[in-house]
């Protein structure tokens, strides 16, 4: 006898109370024994779909999401293992909701995602979609989200003193949904959520320079930054032009506005100031993608060498050496990138330390084994076991290389310095005695 949707829900329910019942507190030990039960009750909802049965998918994920929101007391979901279950099947549900389902079981469903987000675990939001979809053009479900959405943006503007950015976003999911498209933008400008309101007011035919001008006057930097890549992407320059200035006013450092003013630049045929831009970003300190476009830019053309210089320049003075390694590597000067390599910090740039010390092994081996033996140092530093365990095997890779060029002594020399120099270390020197050092 098949069962009941409802028999099918409180199936679900006792499934998932089951799984937390045998489990216990989740946390690092047992949370992928309890991801995996879990994964098998999705698996079981999208296999319903498959067999056109949508709504039994439905039934099963809503049902499954809301009782592990139920549990949520007794989970260290600190690295979101379990929640990124729920947001995951949150973000299926669209795929499951079809155009027939009778408005009872509509309503059903809406009320269950309204009562996840008022959970307060942080899936707020990750049904937008899903429930613009089940209120569709039903009024009375549309003003259900209205009523909900509107007393969780009062009740923090009350408590907190800001909007509900949560909330809203269900409403701007549901008015696309429904195409009203005025209080969609109106809302999008008052919450601040200037990409919905640029991508949609293109879209509806507003003028690029007029939406520019509104983000500028409302807009944190990293959200003009973003209108500004999304404009210059859909053939708007100006645009894009006007909030990269804007965000260069406030911020002179910024090495994207530098990019995406570069970006403008070239769209604009004008390749000198284009190219003054991605060096001001190079030296910004954080130039790794300016270089690359640069050197994408001009590799091959006579101004190359100069604009290389200029670039190098730039990344010693801004202190952004790990970049400038690993450009040298890149562009076939291993020995070049292995000495400015030898100022940088093993604490935190040991690849790329390591990539060069492997890279002039043959060409240059006494700044290779003064690499290996500055990452070594590095790790010892760390004064742990583990970090010892590597500094061992960075003074195994000197061996090998100092073996190579026939340098024995100075190999003998290099350990008993640092086996001096660590004396009162004894696990490091039991380290150094497993490796045969």
Same mark, same amino acid.
Request: aromatic share 6%; glycine share 10%.
């Given at each position: ?17 089951? =799984?937390?019942?045998?489990? /216990? ?36 994920? $809503?049902? *499954? ?12 979901? #600190? ?6 279950? $729920? $947001? ?22 809406? +009320? ?48 907190? /003193?800001?909007? @509900? ?45 007029? =939406? ?49 003013? *570069? ?5 604009? /045929?004008?390749? @000198? ?25 001009? %590799? ?13 320049? %730039? ?25 400015? *390599? ?17 890279? =002039? ?31 061992? /095997? ?8 100092? #073996? ?10 290099? $350990?008993? +310095? ?20």
């Amino acid at each position: 006898m098949m069962r009941s949707k409802v028999d099918l829900e409180a199936a679900t329910r006792k499934r998932v109370r089951d =799984v937390f019942r045998h489990a /216990g507190f989740v946390g690092w030990r047992n949370e992928g024994v309890v991801r995996g039960e879990l994964e098998e009750i999705a698996d079981e909802a999208r296999h319903h779909s498959e067999a056109g049965r949508a709504e039994r998918a439905l039934e099963i994920l $809503v049902a *499954a999401a809301s009782e592990i929101v139920a549990h949520f007391d007794q989970i260290d979901d #600190s690295n979101g293992v379990i929640s990124g279950e $729920v $947001v995951q099947w949150l973000g299926e549900l669209p795929l499951h909701i079809e155009p027939g389902l009778d408005a009872g079981r509509r309503g059903h469903f809406l +009320q269950s995602l309204l009562d996840i987000a008022d959970a307060d675990y942080g899936f707020d939001h990750q049904g937008g979609q899903a429930l613009a979809l089940l209120a569709g053009n039903d009024r009375f479900l549309t003003a259900s989200i209205e009523r909900w959405a509107a007393d969780r943006r009062a009740a923090s503007r009350k408590r907190w /003193g800001y909007d @509900d950015r949560a909330a809203a976003r269900v409403l701007l999911d549901l008015y696309a949904e429904q195409e009203r498209w005025q209080e969609y933008l109106a809302l999008a400008v008052e919450v601040g959520e200037w990409k919905r309101y640029a991508h949609v007011g293109l879209r509806r035919g507003l003028d690029p320079l007029g =939406v520019a001008e509104r983000v500028r006057s409302g807009a944190r930097v990293p959200d003009a930054l973003e209108v500004g890549w999304l404009l210059l992407g859909a053939g708007h320059p100006d645009g894009a032009d006007l909030l990269f200035s804007a965000v260069l006013a406030h911020a002179p450092g910024s090495e994207e506005a530098h990019r995406g003013k *570069a970006e403008v630049s070239l769209v604009r /045929g004008r390749a @000198d100031e284009g190219e003054r831009h991605l060096l001001q970003a190079v030296g910004t300190g954080r130039g790794s993608s300016a270089y690359s476009r640069l050197r994408e830019l001009l %590799a091959g053309s006579g101004r190359w060498e100069q604009a290389r210089r200029k670039a190098h320049e %730039a990344l010693r003075s801004s202190g952004d050496l790990v970049t400038l390694v690993r450009a040298l590597l890149e562009e076939g000067e291993p020995v070049s990138a292995a000495r400015e *390599a030898l100022a940088l910090d093993p604490t935190w740039a040991y690849r790329t330390m390591r990539e060069a010390a492997r890279a =002039v092994e043959e060409a240059d081996p006494t700044l290779a084994v003064n690499l290996y033996r500055r990452l070594a140092e590095g790790c010892i530093e760390g004064r742990n076991r583990q970090l010892y365990r590597i500094a061992a /095997g960075y003074l195994a890779k000197a061996r090998e290389v100092l #073996s190579r060029s026939e340098r024995v002594e100075e190999w003998v020399s290099l $350990v008993a +310095q640092v086996r001096e120099a660590n004396r009162r270390r004894p696990a490091l020197l039991e380290e150094l005695v497993a490796r045969g050092l």
